[in-house]
């Protein structure tokens, strides 16, 4: 039963892997480290010894809560006036704008749960003891690529849309039609002073992608590797053999504990504001009588791009990273179909566990309560613009004749 085919008994061979699976999730971490360091959120670093180090540890910890805390207000501030806007139909991208900024400042705290709970740790030990992992070092080329993909979308994402709202802050010509309403009036010099605010919650989007991206596709590795060991192996039909590879199946469900809360919160925050962004755009190219500006026309199109690329690559992981969570599912299964004669025990096993893989809940789910489909996702739009019609109905002038 090749788990993975060496002798675990030479300790030297036991070692050199766990040394390797080190080096391959430092080198997945390492851009998200630069990255949160340039920031200022990198508070996962080692507990030093000195004193007074500690204190500029706690220091930096709570000017971090503190800044989280001012950009709260602050973004509060700035989604209640571009939602209260008289134009909104009009300017509704600058408004999705800020939306995107209430996203940035879920990653942001997201950012800080993760290293101030230290689930990576808490991933990397189950890793570990689950399977070595040894998916990670086999796929270790596809991971990487995939992951720096990811990573450096989400960069450009951010710099893009940085990039739509300094023109916004910054051009005479679109204050003189009095479309932008960031600020009041008596407030539009603070704007200024608020970009580099806008770019650090835009920066953190990349951290949190590079997180989820690169345990997720460990996580499908690993899985995979399990699934390709089962289907060659020639003694599965043996009662310790099966048990073995349940086993190791079940460890490797622990993987989804320390990354269960961020992927919920994220993937959850993220759907509904992906289909907010095209009902509400969509809505806008239809009632909207105002004349659109160049800078409209072209942000409102980068957001339904971003956002039909969201939810598609929601739908695309959510179906792979549960298509290989239920594979050992038909393996196990197809074992009671086969010619081959099993005993009472072996039945035992099989059906229990392939019960409990039907009512686990699934690990990427809407508000924990539906898996993520294209039906459901469709309910959701429909519902979406029926609302956002009956919205519009009632809020239009009635005529007496």
Same mark, same amino acid.
């Given at each position: 039963?090749?788990?993975?085919?060496?002798?675990?008994?030479?300790?030297? *061979?036991?070692?050199?892997?766990?040394?390797?699976?080190?080096?391959?999730?430092?080198?997945?971490?390492?851009?998200?480290?630069?990255?949160?360091?340039?920031?200022?959120?990198?508070?996962?670093?080692?507990?030093?010894?000195?004193?007074?180090?500690?204190?500029?540890?706690?220091?930096?910890?709570?000017?971090? #809560?503190?800044?989280?805390?001012?950009?709260?207000?602050?973004?509060?501030?700035?989604?209640? *006036?571009?939602?209260?806007?008289?134009?909104?139909?009009?300017?509704?991208?600058?408004?999705?704008?800020?939306?995107?900024?209430?996203?940035?400042?879920?990653?942001?705290?997201?950012?800080?749960?993760?290293?101030?709970?230290?689930?990576?740790?808490?991933?990397?030990?189950?890793?570990?003891?689950?399977?070595?992992?040894?998916?990670?070092?086999?796929?270790?080329?596809?991971?990487?690529?995939?992951?720096?993909?990811?990573?450096?979308?989400?960069?450009?994402?951010?710099?893009?849309?940085?990039?739509?709202?300094?023109?916004?802050?910054?051009?005479?010509?679109?204050?003189?039609?009095? #479309?932008?309403?960031?600020?009041?009036?008596?407030?539009?010099?603070?704007?200024?002073?608020?970009?580099?605010?806008?770019?650090?919650?835009?920066?953190?989007?990349?951290?949190?992608?590079?997180?989820?991206?690169?345990? #997720?596709?460990?996580?499908?590795?690993?899985?995979?590797?399990?699934?390709?060991?089962?289907? =060659?192996?020639?003694?599965?039909?043996?009662?310790?053999?099966?048990?073995?590879?349940?086993?190791?199946?079940?460890?490797?469900?622990?993987?989804?504990?320390?990354?269960?809360?961020?992927?919920?919160?994220?993937?959850?925050?993220?759907?509904?504001?992906?289909?907010?962004?095209?009902?509400?755009?969509?809505? =806008?190219?239809?009632?909207?009588?105002?004349?659109?500006?160049?800078?409209?026309?072209?942000?409102?199109?980068?957001?339904?791009?971003?956002?039909?690329?969201?939810?598609?690559?929601?739908?695309?992981?959510?179906?792979?990273?549960?298509?290989?969570?239920?594979?050992?599912?038909?393996?196990?299964?197809?074992?009671?179909?086969?010619?081959?004669?099993?005993?009472?025990?072996?039945?035992?096993?099989?059906?229990?566990?392939?019960?409990?893989?039907?009512?686990?809940?699934?690990?990427?789910?809407?508000?924990?309560?539906?898996?993520?489909?294209?039906?459901?996702?469709?309910?959701?739009?429909?519902?979406?613009?029926?609302?956002? #019609?009956?919205?519009?109905?009632?809020?239009?002038?009635?005529?007496?004749?």
């Amino acid at each position: 039963m090749p788990f993975f085919p060496i002798e675990f008994s030479t300790n030297e *061979i036991s070692v050199s892997i766990h040394r390797k699976v080190n080096l391959q999730l430092e080198s997945l971490k390492f851009p998200r480290k630069i990255l949160g360091s340039l920031l200022g959120v990198q508070i996962s670093y080692p507990r030093p010894h000195n004193s007074c180090l500690r204190c500029l540890m706690k220091f930096h910890r709570t000017l971090l #809560l503190l800044m989280s805390v001012a950009l709260l207000i602050v973004i509060i501030y700035q989604t209640t *006036i571009h939602v209260a806007t008289y134009n909104y139909l009009a300017n509704c991208g600058r408004a999705l704008l800020v939306i995107q900024k209430c996203m940035g400042f879920v990653d942001l705290v997201l950012i800080i749960s993760w290293q101030w709970f230290n689930k990576e740790e808490k991933f990397n030990k189950k890793l570990h003891k689950s399977s070595n992992g040894i998916g990670l070092l086999k796929n270790k080329r596809d991971i990487t690529r995939i992951h720096t993909v990811l990573f450096i979308y989400a960069l450009l994402r951010g710099v893009l849309l940085f990039a739509f709202d300094v023109i916004i802050v910054l051009d005479k010509e679109i204050k003189s039609q009095k #479309l932008t309403t960031y600020f009041p009036a008596e407030f539009e010099n603070i704007s200024y002073f608020l970009l580099p605010t806008t770019f650090f919650l835009f920066m953190c989007t990349p951290i949190v992608y590079s997180i989820l991206g690169s345990y #997720l596709l460990i996580i499908v590795a690993e899985y995979d590797k399990l699934s390709n060991d089962l289907s =060659s192996d020639g003694n599965i039909y043996q009662l310790p053999v099966i048990r073995h590879y349940i086993g190791a199946h079940l460890k490797l469900c622990s993987l989804f504990a320390p990354l269960k809360q961020m992927l919920s919160i994220r993937l959850d925050a993220q759907v509904p504001l992906n289909i907010c962004v095209i009902i509400t755009l969509i809505f =806008s190219f239809i009632f909207s009588k105002v004349s659109r500006t160049p800078l409209d026309n072209a942000l409102d199109i980068f957001l339904i791009f971003d956002s039909a690329i969201h939810i598609i690559t929601i739908l695309g992981v959510s179906s792979i990273v549960w298509s290989k969570v239920t594979q050992i599912r038909e393996q196990i299964v197809s074992l009671v179909a086969s010619e081959r004669v099993l005993n009472e025990q072996s039945f035992a096993v099989i059906g229990t566990y392939v019960t409990y893989l039907q009512y686990d809940p699934r690990p990427i789910s809407i508000f924990q309560f539906s898996y993520y489909n294209r039906t459901f996702l469709m309910l959701i739009l429909t519902v979406g613009c029926i609302v956002y #019609l009956l919205y519009y109905l009632q809020n239009q002038p009635v005529s007496l004749h």
